[in-house]
């Protein structure tokens, strides 16, 4: 099993561990009791993961001698909100929850996010523990301390930033996964390898066929990269105010794309046409090599990712959603573009006009 220590300052969230491993889930029941111990502990997972997982946990939870209650919710981002959150908190107290116990957030993103934020504010806050339960999770969303529910008017609007106590994350689980969803991880792992590690990217680029089978190796190989990418960022920048943003590289362009077809494109494909426009734009302001984009473009087709806008998508819509975005300051979109392979950097605003022939250059 490999163990790294996300480091944060003591006083405000403390440090935390993360544990990856294959098949170790009964081994993880017992490193949960001994490293977060509590009277009873609560798993909140969604409708397909506690059908495949939820109750196996419970039961070795169980037959290590500790008591364990589960609720869930439909599985889906459109559960991501107050109102699923209300109907599980008041699941929690029916099921006896209270400030001694400790959630675990069993299951994706928006399990990982909603069950942190309930965590973050059920009875002024209890610990939780996160046990991802797909690629984009494990790569990404359980570490960080990131928790957040959509609104009407948004995605991840209402949220706090609240660390877990620890994450476990078990290889074995993405077995399941379906394709769609390990290609929305798979995005954010090419994303690691653009913006911090050409060797990551190298990786991808020759075992891309062994990831994909999931091969235990290849999966050990690039998850444990990408914890170690993403908790040295957190490390430095936990609340993004800086050099976390280099996280969103690909993501500003993308979640416009997949807002404007009315989430018709998945996040992955949208984050992948996303990262083409970034380094698209990058060659043209900054330099960015050529043949590095067209290595970019090859490993997504390779992947089975789109390069390409859908026509049906129209670029005013794409570019008026790009003016709304959350994370725009005033009148200035930040976009993370590339100097080089492994050198991101927040550009202070792009030309409209750029953009619009960007978008328009990428539509087919
Ligand atoms: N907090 C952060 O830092 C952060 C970062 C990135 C994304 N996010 C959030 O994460 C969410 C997306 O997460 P996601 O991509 O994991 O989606 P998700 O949680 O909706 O999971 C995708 C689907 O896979 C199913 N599933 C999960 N694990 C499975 C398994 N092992 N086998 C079979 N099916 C399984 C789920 O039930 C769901 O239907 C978004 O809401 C996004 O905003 C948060």
């Known amino acids: 099993m490999k163990k ?18 294959y098949d170790v889930l009964d081994r993880f029941v017992m ?21 495949l997982y939820g109750e196996v946990l419970a039961e070795k939870m169980r037959k290590a001698g500790v008591k364990v209650d589960a609720v ?42 909603m069950a942190g934020f309930i965590a973050s ?38 949220g706090a930033f609240y660390q877990p106590r620890g994450v476990y994350i078990d290889l074995k689980l993405l077995d399941t996964l379906p394709e769609t969803e390990f290609n929305n991880g798979l ?23 062994t990831i994909r089978r999931r091969d235990r190796n290849a999966l050990e190989r690039i998850v444990e990269s990408a914890c170690r990418i993403k908790k040295g960022i957190v490390e430095i920048d ?19 794309i997949e807002a404007e077809s009315a989430y018709g494109i998945s996040h992955g494909n949208a984050v992948s046409v996303g990262m083409v426009a970034a380094v698209t734009i990058s060659e043209r302001l900054y330099n960015f090599p050529g043949e590095d984009r067209m290595r970019l473009e090859r490993l997504m087709r390779r992947a089975g990712l789109p390069l390409h806008i859908p026509r049906s998508v129209a670029t005013e819509g794409i ?41 328009e250059g990428l539509k087919k």
């Open 238 to 256: 936990e609340k993004e105010q800086g050099l976390r943003r280099v996280l969103n590289f690909g993501h500003t362009i993308g979640h416009a």
């Open 319 to 359: 570019l008026s959603r790009l003016r709304m975005d959350k994370k725009k300051e005033g009148s200035t979109i930040h976009f993370v573009l590339l100097k080089k392979m492994g050198m991101p950097f927040i550009n202070g605003g792009v030309p409209e006009g750029v953009l619009r022939e960007t978008i």
């Open 72 to 113: 869930t919710f439909p599985a889906g981002e459109e559960s991501k909100n107050i109102e699923v959150m209300l109907a599980l908190v008041r699941e929690l107290l029916r099921v006896g929850t209270d400030r001694s116990s400790v959630i675990l957030a069993l299951g994706g993103g928006v399990v990982g996010d």
């Open 4 to 21: 790294m220590k996300v480091n944060l300052d003591r006083k405000v969230s403390g440090s935390y561990e993360i544990c990856i491993g």
């Open 31 to 51: 490193m949960i009791a001994k490293n977060q111990p509590a009277s009873h502990y609560v798993i909140i997972s969604d409708s397909n993961v506690s059908l």
């Open 121 to 158: 504010v059920f009875m002024r806050s209890l610990p939780y523990v996160q046990i991802p339960t797909t690629l984009m999770a494990q790569v990404d969303s359980s570490i960080g301390g990131k928790t957040a529910v959509d609104l009407p008017e948004g995605k991840n609007l209402l």
């Open 187 to 209: 995005v954010e792992v090419v994303k690691y390898g653009v913006i911090d590690d050409t060797g990551l990217f190298s990786f991808l680029e020759d075992n891309l066929e």
